[in-house]
T-cell receptor, first 114, second 113 residues
Framework: DGGITQSPKYLFRKEGQNVTLSCEQNLNHDAMYWYRQDPGQGLRLIYYSQIVNDFQKGDIAEGYSVSREKKESFPLTVTSAQKNPTAFYLC?????????????FGPGTRLTVL | AQSVTQLDSQVPVFEEAPVELRCNYSSSVSVYLFWYVQYPNQGLQLLLKYLSGSTLVESINGFEAEFNKSQTSFHLRKPSVHISDTAEYFCAVTPSGNTPLVFGKGTRLSVIA
């Protein structure tokens, strides 16, 4: 089945540690996105990539980093510079860039900083 | 810049009653509009979208939304809700071109038996 997978589902990290969230898609989509979801805040865009080896900052990129070395993979690193990293993280993809294209979402990773 | 306002953070409604979830947007250009639904502990799924043409759009599970340009609104409605409609609903907007979606803060719909 085609889709988006995110791993792990739950992630715990100590303060001061970097952690990487995985996002893989087998939909052959060009564009991929990372969102952060907090209660009552909706979805906020962290980074997005329109094509391999290219990515742009979203609204809340500080404290995060990404790479897009392969079309199917778009990992997100939450660095120690992110002051409040506890949140639900969602990865999405669309066939091409352009907000008018339907975005397909993964099941999410819930990150908790201990 | 675009923004989206979902006027109600929570909407409780009895089963088989009608519901309207409100969404207003601000934009100085033509926009595309979307409703996504998120069931508990899952990612989001597209419910319906307005790109052009008829201002009334429908989903396969009985929801509909009407694009009203003069009121800059895209309210979501269903004439009779089911328990299974309990979820969080997000309105989103983007202008033409390669600009990412901007999401509202969401409305949590709770259907009561």
């Amino acid at each position: 089945d085609g889709g988006i997978t995110q791993s792990p589902k739950y992630l715990f990290r100590k303060e001061g540690q970097n952690v990487t969230l995985s996002c893989e898609q087998n939909l052959n989509h060009d564009a991929m996105y990372w969102y952060r979801q907090d209660p009552g805040q909706g979805l906020r865009l962290i980074y997005y990539s329109q094509i391999v080896n290219d990515f742009q900052k979203g609204d809340i990129a500080e404290g995060y980093s990404v790479s897009r070395e392969k079309k199917e993979s778009f990992p997100l690193t939450v660095t120690s510079a992110q002051k409040n990293p506890t949140a639900f993280y969602l990865c999405a993809s669309s066939i091409e860039a352009g907000g008018y294209n339907e975005q397909f979402f993964g099941p999410g990773t819930r990150l908790t900083v201990l | 810049a675009q923004s989206v306002t979902q006027l109600d953070s929570q909407v409780p409604v009895f089963e088989e009653a009608p519901v309207e979830l409100r969404c207003n947007y601000s934009s100085s250009v033509s926009v595309y509009l979307f409703w996504y639904v998120q069931y508990p502990n899952q990612g989001l799924q597209l419910l319906l979208k307005y790109l052009s043409g008829s201002t009334l759009v429908e989903s396969i599970n009985g929801f509909e939304a009407e694009f009203n340009k003069s009121q800059t609104s895209f309210h979501l409605r269903k004439p009779s809700v089911h328990i299974s409609d309990t979820a969080e609903y997000f309105c989103a907007v983007t202008p033409s071109g390669n600009t990412p979606l901007v999401f509202g803060k969401g409305t949590r719909l709770s259907v009561i038996a």
